[in-house]
Nanobody, 124 residues
Framework: QVQLVESGGGLVQAGGSLRLSCAAS????????MGWFRQAPGKVREFVAVISGNGGTTYYEDSVEGRFTISRDNAKNTVYLQMNSLKPEDTAVYYC?????????????????WGQGTQVTVQS
């Protein structure tokens, strides 16, 4: 069973930055697409960003395009989400997730393993 452990969340002022990390167990990390999703109170979980297994393909949700950057270090079995110019509407619990194929996908249903989430709170 793959384990995903997120870290890096916290409280930040609007306009600030945070970098989330997600460490994955398992020996075939580079074979799998990795994504970040978020869920705000009272809202459904939504797609944020995804990266393919080799890092060559990335997709972003429209509202974070240009502010967030997803990356991965396959040698460290870790995926990152660099978040800049944060806004109060970015406040949510952020989850990383892993697919069982290398391709990137925006659909939560395409991901089979999920982390426990890390809280990001942006104050205005």
């Amino acid at each position: 069973q793959v384990q995903l452990v997120e870290s890096g969340g916290g409280l930040v002022q609007a306009g600030g930055s945070l970098r989330l990390s997600c460490a994955a167990s398992g020996r075939t990390f580079s074979s799998y697409g990795m994504g970040w999703f978020r869920q705000a109170p009272g809202k459904v979980r939504e797609f944020v960003a995804v990266i393919s297994g080799n890092g060559g393909t990335t997709y972003y949700e429209d509202s974070v395009e240009g502010r967030f950057t997803i990356s991965r270090d396959n040698a460290k079995n870790t995926v990152y989400l660099q978040m800049n110019s944060l806004k109060p509407e970015d406040t949510a619990v952020y989850y990383c997730a892993e697919r069982r194929v290398a391709a990137a996908s925006r659909k939560a249903a395409d991901f089979v393993s999920w982390g426990q989430g890390t809280q990001v709170t942006v104050q205005s």
